[in-house]
Every structure is written in C-alpha cells, then in structure tokens.
C-alpha cells in the first residue's frame, strides 16, 4: 500500500454483480457494489471519482439498469474504465446506446449472447441527474409506499401478495417477513396489535431501505440477508409470512421456494404457522408435507394460491 492518495484512488477498483469470468475479469480486490449481495458497499454512498475502474453485469430492467450506469459513472475518475456486459436479450443491446447517451464512447463487442461494452469516464457527464431520479428510492403515489426499480414488484402489489394480505387473520406473537420486499405484507400483519415482533428479511438492499421507510413502528425489525441463510436472531417464531421467488436471472427455479420453506419450517417454534402464497402451478404442496404437521389450503383464485401449514 501507498500513502499516495492518488495511487490509493488508483487501487479502488469496483464490481456490480457477478459477471462471468470467461467474459470479463476482474481483478481481486474489486470492492462488490451489487444491493442483490447482502454486505456489499453502496454504490450511492461512494464519492464522486473514487474508484479507478468498474466492471459491472447490468440489471435488466430499464430503470434500473440506467441508474446503475450513472452511479458507476459517478463514482468512476475522469478516464477510469468501465466495463458493462449483459445478455442480450436482458438488456445487453441498449447498453451501449444508454452509455452513449451520458457521453461515452463505446467499443461493444458479442461473445456468448452477451453485449460487451467498454469505455473510459468522459471528463463531462450528461444526463446523471435524470436516470438516478428515475432509478432511485421514490415514493409510488398509487401505493402510498417509498420503493426502487428492480425490487420486487416495485410499482404495484403483486396479485399473489394482494390475495395473502386479504387472506390473513389477525396475527399474534413474534413473527417474519421473508422475501419482504418495500413491506407490504408486514404492514398489514403489524396491523395486529397482539403482533410483539416483526422481522423483515430481503436479500435486496434496497428492499429494506424502501421498508424502512415505509414502516415506523418500533416492533418492526430490518435485515439485508438471504433468508434462505440461517439466522440466530430467528427462531421459535410464531408465524411467518412469505411470497416465495420462483426465478432466479429471469429463469424459474422452484428450489428458491423450496428453500423459503425448508428455512420458515426451522425458524418457526411447534405450532407456529407459515402463511405462504404462490403460484397456482408451484408443486409446494410437496415441499410442506414432510417439514409440517397440518397443511390448511386457504384459497385459490386468479392463478394463485394460499396456504396455511402448522408445525
């Protein structure tokens, strides 16, 4: 190390996600940006011309993706590489133009159905300030809740959450939220004041953040985790409310739900209920039988369905 703070900026190298290693390196001490890696930095708190290079796997979603870039490029020294890569039909063909339009210039290259777009930080930057107030934590007016593009459902309930709130009685005890999203379904379980404890877990940082805000009750508890990852802080609850993921980088995969419910059947305390939604074609009811006592199906409509299992 130097005590050189220039050569230290030199040294500050910078990854957003994982991209992958045969299309990209990066070096070992990049520091993780990604809000989707629970421990990771935040991008947003970096300051401007801090970092010495990015490599980042771009989110697919528009918004989302746009703020990304521009934080990148904000914290990038004037003539700092970046380099964005995504798959092509997620997003990989417009990031050359989305770079181009903050004053970049781009060489973009294809390997392996991604888009590869490499440039160095333009001196000038145009148009950060309309994608990070585009991409950003915001308050969505038709729901009355903060939220950011690329959480969960960002701007609208989720059809399956919508039908797990109606469904819910009131709950009592201690209790979690896993996969919370902006909070929506602990909202309406906090609404029970025989609630004592409610923990909110989302692997999304910004999720949490959005939570944050839009829960001020002093039971409400916050964590940026996997909460498929063992917590000892969670343990012989009294109920669990979830709306499992089925994808993972936009291809299904019932083993995220399966793991949902393996993890709440550990978290919950004998006799402790998980109120789970899901799609109407998610074999779950296979996943419950060995790790609950009683499964109650509640309801199904509209593609979704509720179920209640006791341990």
């Not at 990989?92 to 970049?104: H, M, P, T, V």
């Not at 459902?153 to 399956?160: L, T």
């Not at 025989?194 to 944050?212: F, G, K, Y």
């Not at 995220?256 to 939604?277: D, E, Q, S, V």
């Amino acid at each position: 190390m130097t005590d050189d703070p220039q050569a230290a900026k030199r040294e500050r190298y910078g990854v957003y996600g994982a991209p992958p290693a045969e299309l990209a390196g990066v070096p070992a001490q990049a520091i993780q940006f990604s809000p989707l890696i629970p421990g990771a930095a935040v991008l947003e708190a970096e300051p401007p011309e801090a970092l010495a290079g990015m490599i980042m796997l771009a989110p697919p979603g528009t918004l989302e993706r746009r703020y990304a870039l521009a934080l990148a490029l904000k914290a990038l020294a004037p003539g700092a590489p970046l380099t964005v890569l995504a798959p092509k039909d997620k997003g990989g063909s417009r990031i050359a133009a989305e770079l181009g339009a903050f004053g970049c210039a781009v060489d973009e290259t294809s390997k392996r159905h991604h888009r590869i777009c490499i440039c160095a930080r333009p001196t000038v930057l145009e148009g950060l300030a309309d994608a990070l107030e585009g991409g950003g934590l915001q308050l969505v007016e038709a729901l009355g809740l903060w939220s950011q593009p690329g959480v969960f459902s960002w701007n609208r309930i989720d059809p399956g959450s919508a039908l797990l709130a109606e469904s819910l009685p009131a709950l009592a005890g201690r209790g979690a939220d896993l996969g919370c999203g902006a909070g929506a379904l602990s909202i309406v379980a906090l609404a029970s004041p025989d609630v004592s404890q409610m923990s909110l877990i989302d692997i999304d940082r910004r999720a949490i953040e959005a939570a944050r805000r839009n829960i001020k009750d002093a039971r409400a508890r916050f964590f940026w985790a996997d909460a498929r990852q063992e917590n000892a802080d969670l343990k012989e609850l009294d109920f669990i409310v979830m709306n499992p993921p089925f994808h993972d980088g936009g291809a299904e995969d019932q083993s995220l739900g399966k793991a949902f419910i393996l993890r709440a059947a550990k978290m919950l305390r004998k006799g402790g209920a998980l109120w789970l939604t899901a799609n109407r074609h998610l074999p779950y009811e296979a996943a419950l039988k060995p790790l609950f006592r009683e499964i109650a199906p509640i309801i199904e409509t509209g593609g979704y369905k509720i179920f209640e299992a006791r341990k």
